[in-house]
């Protein structure tokens, strides 16, 4: 990832979530990811998918809570009343993340007892053309 897609996903993820705080830079542990902040605390990482010839970035953050706890957590990790948890139809491991009608991603729970999740965001190459 170069400095102009680094720039370009910090934009958009700013804009998904609603808090113009987030930094993307790249990880000094793995230079084949960025690493997402919010403040000093790491949340996020992004890796580049390649395959077919499409750019694509993958988005994937560890969430700590249970199910119960968990659209609050985010609301006020990202300052932003918008985001909100919905449930998927015919899936019980899983919900969907929107802020306001706009959809961000799917939690899924990292175990049987939903006591963490994790969210996954795809973000394909021309999601990026407007920043």
């Known amino acids: 990832m170069d400095k102009t897609e680094l720039r370009k996903l910090q934009d958009f993820l700013r804009r998904a979530f609603g808090n113009a705080e987030i930094r993307v830079g790249l990880d000094p542990k793995n230079v084949d990811q960025a690493a997402v902040q919010l403040g000093e605390r790491r949340l996020a990482s992004l890796s580049v998918d390649d ?38 139809a015919k899936k019980t491991d899983s919900v969907e993340l929107n802020n306001g009608e ?30």
């Not at 119960?68 to 998927?88: A, T």
């Open 51 to 88: 395959e077919d010839g499409d750019r694509s970035f993958a988005f994937e953050m560890k969430i700590p809570v249970g199910r119960e706890v968990l659209q609050e957590y985010l609301r006020r990790l990202f300052e932003n009343d918008e985001l909100k948890i919905i449930g998927r």
């Open 102 to 131: 706009d959809f961000l991603g799917v939690i899924s729970a990292d175990d049987p007892r939903g006591s963490s999740y994790t969210l996954q965001m795809a973000i394909l190459d021309f999601d990026l053309e407007d920043f």
